[in-house]
DNA sequence: TTGACAATTGAACAGTGTTCAGTATATTTG
DNA sequence: CAAATATACTGAACACTGTTCAATTGTCAA
């Protein structure tokens, strides 16, 4: 009897969570193509086939919808970066490290957009994990850099300011390409430029 | 009579033009407080203390105050820039062009925010002139790192990789602060950090 | 003063995020 | 099984949004 209820309760569980993923997972499809601004919750409503007041019972407010999904996309950033751990030479690692990061950025301009670019309330308790996740993988790679230092393989030994500056560039080239800012460049050079900027970073950073 | 007619056309000119800047003034200040969607139009009308239909009179819609807005924000970034010019010595020019991009986007965050980040519809006869003051601007970077390359300041030749490479840097470092993504270093270290990172790619620049 | 023109208004429209009383369905209890 | 309870869901309603437009006010020439 207890054991009947306890089955109910999971299922429960269960269907709870499968909604949130499908008003999610429609979230996502529609931000993609038109922007947080650009899709009201009568849109994703309509998209999953509810009422709109049926969101309000899974998710606060629109924000928390944005939240959540800001999260995933730290999780998915998460897993695309810290798959190089497992080099062990440092400066191999940490150009990997940079050029997955501008993969993730290309790959997925919308997700690096919720972490690196939209404005958004930074409260609630869902996007304080998502920081977790950033100052994590934050973490991981100052400690790479941190580690090419110990080798020796800058001539500086200010870690914080190389972590800073490579991450400048790899955080300007990202943004540009997602916000659109490289229209005096034509549409087939930009990768080609993009990559070619890393390389000439990598190069330059070897002299550091 | 006629002389008397033109000399009122002329104020009635001046009038509407007065106008048009009593409303930009108001939602530029508003923007700034609140952010482009965080403002609207009885907003500005409340503020300028006229009903909602009268700025319809003078800008088509919402999106054309922020163009009127982008447009006067790259007349500042241009004016700030390009008074480099009489630096005779190309890479001296270069620096303190990139120290002065940088100090643009510190200065006045919401303006850097309106030409390198929002996301906003490019249509718009105002957008293009805008367009055309910021490619300019570019091109004068452009030249002056073409100069630099010229008297053989690097080691590279490759023009456009070069001065796309430095203006992620810039970019990216402008775009970190104004997007609030330096939460991991303590506010009063911030600014330290981003003449560090300015510095240390100079000095990387010098061996490129 | 009158007629024409320009500037301004504010109500109206369709949309927004959000709330909540009511309904329908599902589960537990007697 | 039937009744009572708990849960899920609805859609109308509220105060807001950008935008339009008939009606009103004010200004100026004849």
Redesign the interface.
Known sequence: MIRLKMGITQRKEREKEEMRQLILDAALRLFRER?Y?GVSLRNIAEAIEYSPGTIYLYYRDKSEIFFALQFEAAAVKRDHLLSVANIKDPWERLVEFGRRYIDFGMRHPDLYDLL????AP?ESVENQEC?QLG?AT?SFFVDTVQACVDQRYFK?T?T???A??L???????V??FV???M???PEEKRIE?AQ??FA??VK??E??
């Open positions: 922007g601004d690196f670019i939209t404005r930074m920081w100052l934050h500086s200010d914080e300011t190389i800073y500056t991450w400048c560039h790899a955080h300007g080239l943004s540009l916000r659109e800012r229209r005096m460049y430029l070619k900027s000439l970073v330059m950073a002299t550091l």
